[in-house]
């Protein structure tokens, strides 16, 4: 039997006025249950269509998909709209960078949290109700029981950001989908929230995908790694692997462009030159190729005409030598 959740060779395009946009292209991952997987890139890499797709939340009038999506035996790709939706907020939920487009702000906090929990389990008024309170304790809302009836604009950001957490787990998902959950918060409400989730799955054992722009946030959290570019994946590894010795030059852009805490204030961030390619026509061969520093290093004109392939686990799509790659990252990247 495969893996709790198994995604192969997975095509997303929108038709546009301006022709077709290839949005995910070719994109082949695995995640078990209990485990993190941090999906990382630059806005428009793919990372959010991805996981919209699997969710089944795309539009099918101007999408197309191809590949396989797997989750606990079951096919999603094709799956009728009534079985997704099923499996929208019982096997799978979803949390969001804003809380406010999953939060109404006319039912109060406990209604939103106990209403899925009805829907899905069949449980009563007061059942749920207890249950929204407990939840709302598990994630660490004080006076839970009071604040049960409060509206969300009655509470912080952080603590809405904890409100929509627990009405994604009050069902027990068993894949929960972390898009940006962070991103609008303050650095000390972004750790909290991020041992909030390592905790509660550790009593959930959901599997979670945690998608963001910056490694840091996956640093701590996830257990393996996947980064997008341009629709592909090129680098893949547990998260200790890919920090301590990356592969692909796009990672080492990402690396160099995050602010490390233990380096003095002053020091500079190295963005990364260039934006991300237009998806409508991407570049042939390495679709990294326009940005890279290294298609010299290549033999031939390799990096420009042929499309580099991510091997099955640990690896990169990247046309460098695994010995060039190591002495390039520690001689000129790594020391920075
Ligand atoms: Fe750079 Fe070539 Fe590697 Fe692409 S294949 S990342 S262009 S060195
Ligand atoms: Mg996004």
């Given at each position: 039997r495969g893996a709790f959740l198994s995604v192969r060779d997975l095509?997303?395009?929108?038709?546009?006025?301006?022709?077709?946009?290839?949005?995910?292209?070719?994109?082949?991952?695995?995640?078990?249950?209990?485990?993190?997987?941090?999906?990382?890139?630059?806005?428009?890499?793919g990372k959010s269509v991805t996981n919209l797709t699997v969710l089944g939340l795309h539009d099918p009038r101007t999408t197309t998909v191809g590949g396989e999506i797997v989750l606990d035996g079951q096919e999603l790709t094709g799956a009728p709209e009534r079985t997704l939706e099923r499996l929208r907020g019982n096997t799978m939920a979803m949390i969001f960078q804003d809380p406010l487009t999953a939060l109404s702000p006319y039912y109060t906090v406990g209604r939103q949290i106990a209403e899925p929990y009805r829907k899905h389990t069949g449980a009563s008024k007061s059942e749920a109700r207890s249950r929204a309170i407990e939840m709302l304790q598990k994630v660490g809302i004080p006076n839970a029981r009071l604040r049960v009836d409060d509206y969300p604009h009655q509470f912080s950001g952080g603590m809405r950001q904890r409100a929509m957490i627990a009405m994604s787990l009050?069902?027990?998902?068993?894949?929960?989908?972390?898009?940006?959950?962070?991103?609008a918060l303050d650095v000390t409400v972004q750790a909290q929230i991020l041992d909030l989730l390592k905790d509660l799955q550790q009593e959930f054992?959901?599997?979670?995908?945690?998608?963001?722009?910056?490694?840091?946030v996956v640093a701590n959290t996830a257990d393996d790694l996947l980064v997008m570019y341009a629709g592909r994946a090129v680098e893949r590894g547990t998260v200790r692997e890919v920090l301590r010795a990356p592969?692909?030059?796009?990672?080492?852009?990402?690396?160099?462009?995050?602010?490390?805490?233990?380096?003095s204030v002053d020091e500079p961030l190295h963005p990364i030159p260039g934006s991300p390619p237009s998806l409508l026509s991407p570049p042939p061969g390495c679709p990294f190729h326009p940005r890279c520093r290294y298609p010299d290093q290549v033999a031939g004109d390799r990096c420009a005409t042929e499309r580099p392939v991510l091997p099955d686990g640990r690896g990169a799509a990247c046309h460098l030598t695994a010995e060039r790659k190591l002495t390039l990252y520690t001689e000129q990247i790594k020391p920075r």
């Open positions: 095509y997303v395009r929108f038709s546009t006025e301006d022709g077709v946009v290839k949005a995910v292209d070719g994109l082949s991952f695995e995640l078990e249950r209990g485990r993190t997987l941090g999906i990382v890139g630059e806005s428009g890499s009050v069902c027990n998902p068993d894949l929960l989908i972390a898009d940006e959950p962070t991103t054992g959901s599997a979670i995908i945690l998608i963001t722009h910056d490694l840091g592969q692909h030059p796009y990672t080492w852009g990402l690396l160099a462009s995050m602010p490390r805490l233990s380096s």
